[in-house]
């Protein structure tokens, strides 16, 4: 059981709006900055969204990330088949002295 | 960006070690953490370690330390994690993955670049 929450799943049909949730506590989410990854079936992770709402060149704009206390949020709008994929948060947490992930969120486009 | 090769596949005992390598190509090396994260067959990404080459500092996740060991050699920009006293249990992927700015702190940093992952199966 991660220390960070994701819901397991979610999922939209395409051009709807998404959100995945990460919760966590004072010691990591409430006073570190927040990134997001995101693994397609079969490959190495991909930086999504770093320092909690910046997006790495190359990364749509339909992609955005927040934070607010100890829970951080992804948002994906105007959902695409190729977004199908597992999404996981991520921050360092100061009392483990270590990085954290989240438990991980599969996207299903319906 | 860097691009991060790691070694191949490996199938070892229980008990063996393993020793993961992770080369660096087209940007610095000696100044960003390479950290290194494992994923279980269908289960989530774990954080085991991380080292700064320039610095040869390290930091391990409490579940890994004494089993653990992160090095880097600066010379050929390659960075290697090495598990001991395996059991099935440590049957993932291995992930390379490079910090986003060089720091010595980890906060506010990112993994910016990954390698392709090395799968390690641990069976008799």
């Known amino acids: 059981q991660s220390v960070l929450t994701q819901p397991p799943s979610a999922s939209g049909t395409p051009g709807q709006r998404v959100t995945i949730s990460c919760s966590g506590s004072?010691?990591?989410?409430?006073?570190?900055?927040v990134n997001w990854y995101q693994q397609l079936p079969g490959t190495a992770p991909k930086l999504l969204i770093y320092?909690?709402?910046q997006r790495p060149s190359g990364v749509p704009d339909r992609f955005s990330g927040s934070k607010s206390g100890t829970s951080a949020s992804l948002a994906i709008g105007g959902l695409q088949s190729e977004d199908e994929a597992d999404y996981y948060c991520a921050t360092w947490d100061d009392s483990l002295n270590g990085w954290l992930f989240g438990g991980g969120t599969k996207l299903t486009v319906l | 960006q860097v691009q991060l090769v790691q070694s191949g596949a490996e199938v070892k005992k229980p008990g063996s070690s393993v020793k993961v390598s992770c080369k660096a190509s087209g940007a610095t090396f000696s100044s960003y953490t390479i950290t290194w994260v494992r994923q279980a067959p269908g289960q989530a990404l774990e954080w085991m370690g991380d080292?700064?080459?320039?610095?040869?500092?390290?930091k391990s996740a409490q579940k890994f330390q004494g089993r653990v060991t992160i090095s880097a050699d600066i010379s050929t920009s390659t960075a290697y994690m090495q598990l001991t006293s395996l059991t099935s249990e440590d049957t993932a992927v291995y992930y390379c993955a490079q910090h986003g700015v060089p720091s010595a702190t980890p906060r506010g940093n990112w993994f910016d670049s990954w390698g392709q992952g090395t799968l390690v199966t641990v069976s008799s």
């Open positions: 080292i700064i080459p320039i610095f040869g500092s390290t």
């Open positions: 320092n909690t709402n």
């Open positions: 004072s010691s990591n989410i409430g006073s570190n900055t």
